[in-house]
């Protein structure tokens, strides 16, 4: 579930968060990193490479990146999207290159820590089956009271009470 939430929340397609945010010209691009600390804690990471606009109007796209994943929170589990990436992932594990050396033994030994040995090799490709729970779990821990935002750019002054109500409640 959490590859598939990072691959909504960067989704470029129309109904996506980077579609208004662009069409808003808000920003130029949204990237996204998922560091799993642990099997039962980790991170997500939003990039929100801001325009000249965003970046004087960036408590409206927090707004807005929470506004999405309400209505990702509110609307029916994407199936169809989960099946289309799956199909991708099986794929990239039958056709994709597995590397070699240290770079292939650095990401086993770390698939090992999260999954179990029999299924490590194939952990970065292969979706499992859709779990919505899991899924929805991992939305309800996106809010503004369980995040840390810094907005970083040339001549920025830090001014706390901006974020009030986003960082600090």
């Known amino acids: 579930p959490d590859q598939m939430l990072h691959d909504l929340l960067t989704y470029e397609g129309a109904g996506g968060l980077v579609e208004r945010l662009k069409r808003e010209d808000l920003a130029d691009n949204v990237s996204a990193d998922i560091w799993e600390r642990t099997p039962g804690y980790g991170s997500l990471f939003l990039n929100i490479a801001l325009t000249p606009k965003g970046l004087k109007e960036y408590p409206r ?10 209505h990702l929170r509110n609307a029916p589990f994407p199936s169809d999207f989960y099946k289309d990436h799956a199909r991708v992932g099986q794929l ?3 056709y994709s290159d597995r590397g070699e050396g240290v770079e ?3 990401r086993l030994a770390n698939n090992a820590l999260f999954y179990p040995l029999d299924v490590a090799e194939r952990a970065s490709e292969a979706w499992g089956a859709p779990d919505e729970r899991a899924y929805r779990r991992l939305l309800a821990a996106i809010r503004p009271d369980n995040m840390l935002a810094v907005v970083q750019a040339k ?3 830090a001014d706390a009470s ?8």
């Open 61 to 70: 796209v927090m707004q807005e990146t929470f506004a999405y994943v309400e």
């Open 92 to 94: 990239k594990e039958t």
């Open 104 to 106: 292939l033994a650095t």
């Open 155 to 157: 001549g920025v002054q």
């Open 162 to 169: 901006i974020m009030d109500g986003y960082l600090w409640r």
